[in-house]
Nanobody, 123 residues
Framework: QVQLVESGGGLVQTGGSLRLSCAAS????????MGWFRQAPGKEREFVAAIRRNSGSTYYADSVKGRVTISRDNAKEMVYLQMNSLKPEDTAVYYC????????????????WGQGTQVTVSS
C-alpha cells in the first residue's frame, strides 16, 4: 500500500502560480512512478504530468507544457507540481497518483491515489 496526501491547492488569479505537494508513505516510494491528474466539474479525470522513479524522465499534457514542472524528492518521499501562468481552465481538483507500470500517462494504470486538492483560478 502507498498512501498519498496532496496539499498546496487554493485560489489564485489568472497568471499566478501554485506549488502542489504530495506526501507519500507506505511501500518504497522510489519504486513508483508518480503522476498528477486533474478533474474539473463535469469532466473526466485527465493526465497532467508524470515523473519516472529516478526522475530521469518527465511527461506533460500538451495543455500544461511549458507552464508546469513536476519533480520529486525520493529521500523525502515527496512529489511536487509547480504551476505557473495559471489559467481559469486549470481550475480542477488535482490528484497525486503512483504506479509501478511503465505507462505513466494512462489514468487506469495508476494503483494508488490521493484525495485531491482544489485549485481555483479566477479570471
Amino acid at each position: 500500500q502507498v498512501q498519498l496526501v496532496e496539499s498546496g491547492g487554493g485560489l489564485v488569479q489568472t497568471g499566478g502560480s501554485l506549488r502542489l505537494s504530495c506526501a507519500a508513505s507506505g511501500r518504497i516510494f522510489s519504486s513508483y512512478a508518480m503522476g498528477w491528474f486533474r478533474q474539473a466539474p463535469g469532466k473526466e479525470r485527465e493526465f497532467v504530468a508524470a515523473i519516472r522513479r529516478n526522475s530521469g524522465s518527465t511527461y506533460y499534457a500538451d495543455s500544461v507544457k511549458g507552464r508546469v514542472t513536476i519533480s520529486r524528492d525520493n529521500a523525502k518521499e515527496m512529489v511536487y507540481l509547480q504551476m505557473n501562468s495559471l489559467k481559469p481552465e486549470d481550475t480542477a481538483v488535482y490528484y497525486c497518483a503512483a504506479t509501478w507500470r511503465m505507462t505513466v500517462t494512462i489514468r487506469s494504470d495508476y494503483e494508488y491515489w490521493g484525495q485531491g486538492t482544489q485549485v481555483t483560478v479566477s479570471s
